[in-house]
């Protein structure tokens, strides 16, 4: 994941306490909730019909769920363990397949029917009452760290430092949690939840494993909650829109020194990009591009028969996106053809040059009403946590983009260095990022009562 654009009005809700009276309110309301607990027959929260989501609180009173709550501070040293161990098991892009069947293993664990479909996503099914309605819990397997990158787990005190450890090491430990918590405490939801670690979120993977999924569940899919990295202090309600561009230029090549004078694609790329990269962006809606790779010939005395170029750009506005490309196109024409007015020589071959689409990320937005997003609220308001909105590019771009409720959130914990060698995760505070992730998603599946099992 990437978090672009953090937007710095918060949600709407009355005035944050200081740290040390929400501590106490907190204190106090969970001692309350015991006292309810002991003090009143079972009372069941079932997922209200409408669009309404049910409440944090009505949720935590019961049993079942007070029992998976529960288990999370019980299980912190084995969730570090399954973190190390899942971030040790390489999944480059397109090469997700190991980490994939060791996900496989530990769903099936947690006594979730599991599968891999043809895109490679690893999908285990907690079956609802109301079966056809599916809720769908995603962290994604890849990583952007290519095959022969070091990703050993080292510890140093309480930090876990590999690369991928966090984003998203810390997304599957949590999916493997909440499974195994529901698992251990017996809980049954009304809709059908699929906890799923999907294929292709990162770079190239353009998304492939989350647009399976979501074409895979047409009419069915009622909410997806995305993991994503460390942390509890934001939520991506937003998607930001990308596109990624592959420029190619191929000439005839030939001898540096006896062929000086031809067309030269290499030259031709840097003179396109060179007036590329003077293109301006608007601050708002905030716009990006990088020139992210270049790649281009076989030997320093060779004049080169190929050279690439790969561009990223993101923007609030799709507008925005349509405009940079086609300035990336009319640069890089411009730069071919002053290339070619350079060059001394008549040319063998042709100097030419096309535009690969190597992905495509659609934006999109919540509503305001989003019942997902209303259980988070929820549960950050019963646990004390504050978070605020962002717009970002996750697996969530997908549903997002059909209308589909969807939001990212981080799995707990602290994390650093992100797409870095020096990568790290604390788990100091992950507990909360658990209860939080797992009120949420129950928010949206609901509950069987009890007693009607
Ligand atoms: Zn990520």
Redesign the pocket.
């Known amino acids: 994941?990437l978090r672009i654009a953090p937007q710095l009005k918060r949600p709407a809700r009355r005035p944050a306490p200081a740290p040390s009276t929400r501590r106490a309110t907190a204190a106090v309301k969970r001692a309350l909730l015991w006292v309810i607990l002991f003090a009143m027959p079972a009372r069941t929260a079932p997922l209200p019909r409408g669009a309404a989501s049910a409440s944090a609180e009505s949720l935590a009173i019961q049993p079942h769920v007070h029992a998976a709550l529960d288990w999370f501070a019980r299980n912190l040293s084995w969730i570090n363990d399954e973190q190390a161990r899942l971030t040790a098991i390489p999944a480059p892009p397109f090469q997700e397949a190991e980490r994939a069947a060791a996900m496989k293993a530990v769903l099936s664990a947690a006594g979730l029917q599991v599968r891999i479909d043809s895109a490679g996503n690893v999908i285990g099914e907690l079956r609802g009452a109301r079966e056809r309605e599916l809720v769908l819990l995603s962290a994604?397997l890849d990583t952007v760290f290519p095959p022969g990158t070091d990703v050993r787990v080292r510890r140093e005190k309480s930090r876990l430092l590999a690369p991928g450890i966090s984003?998203?090491g810390a997304?599957l430990a949590a999916l493997v949690a909440l499974a195994r918590s529901l698992h251990a405490a017996h809980l049954r939801p009304q809709r059908t939840i699929l906890f799923v670690a999907n294929v292709g979120?990162?770079g190239e993977g353009n998304l492939r494993g989350m647009r399976a999924l979501v074409d895979d569940s047409a009419g069915r899919l009622k909410a997806v909650l995305v993991l994503?990295?460390a942390g509890t202090d934001h939520v991506s309600t937003k998607a930001l829109a990308s596109r990624r561009l592959e420029v190619v230029v191929t000439g005839p090549g030939g001898h540096s020194w006896s062929d000086f004078g031809l067309p030269n694609p290499i030259n031709a790329l840097v003179r396109g990009s060179v007036r590329f990269i003077s293109t301006r962006v608007s601050p708002g809606p905030r716009t990006t591009f990088n020139l992210g790779e270049i790649h281009g010939g076989t030997s320093v005395n060779s004049i080169p028969h190929e050279a690439r170029l790969k561009v990223d750009i993101r923007s609030e506005s799709p507008d925005e996106i349509v405009r940079l490309e086609v300035a990336l196109r009319e640069c890089i024409a411009a730069g071919v053809r002053d290339e070619l007015q350079a060059a001394t020589r008549p040319s063998p071959g042709k100097l030419e040059w096309r535009l690969n689409v190597l992905g495509s990320r659609p934006g999109g937005e919540g509503r305001p009403d989003s019942p997902l997003l209303a259980a988070l609220r929820s549960a950050d308001e019963f646990l004390g946590n504050e978070s605020r909105l962002e717009r970002s590019s996750?697996d969530a771009n997908i549903p997002l983009s059909e209308g589909i409720d969807a939001i990212s959130i981080g799995a707990g914990g602290a994390g650093g260095g992100a797409h870095s060698l020096q990568e790290w995760y604390d788990p100091e505070g992950r507990e909360m990022g658990l209860k939080r992730a797992l009120l949420t998603l129950l928010g949206v599946s609901g509950v069987v009562p009890e007693k009607t099992k």
Request: hydrophobic share 10%.
């Open positions: 994941m994604h984003d998203n997304g979120e990162e994503d990295g996750t």
